[in-house]
């Protein structure tokens, strides 16, 4: 399990990485609750891919997704909560992400999302 956890976020850097909104989104289930850095609640994978795809054409081009994940806690065999703190460079940015990843049909991917950027962070 914690394989397949450690996985998502090695997908997600690489979607990042290529600019790619759809490669970066492919680790959120079709219904995903997504709380972004500003507060907003997007629904959806669609959603998720279409706002990644705008930051990666502008004020992320070319920047770079490190995360490193601080826990996982199985909740149940299927479920478990997951903290992760992310650092964007160039632009100097780091985010704290408290998610809920989910095993469907034997596929792990993350249900729920909320991130936000720590206070005193630009």
Not at 22 to 46: I, N
């Amino acid at each position: 399990m914690t394989e397949q956890i450690y996985s998502l976020w090695q997908r997600m850097e690489r979607g990042w990485a290529e600019g790619d909104g759809d490669a970066f989104a492919s680790v959120f289930a079709q219904d995903v609750d997504f709380v972004t850095v500003r507060g907003e609640e997007l629904f959806g994978r669609r959603a998720v891919a279409q706002g990644h795809g705008r930051l990666f054409a502008g004020p992320y081009r070319d920047t770079k997704l490190t995360a490193e994940i601080s826990l996982i806690r199985p909740l149940s065999s299927d479920i478990s909560l997951v903290h992760v703190t992310s650092s964007i460079t160039p632009a100097g940015i780091t985010t704290h992400a408290q998610a809920v990843v989910v095993q469907r049909d034997g596929v792990w991917e993350i249900a729920a999302f909320h991130n936000m950027i720590p206070k005193g962070n630009p």
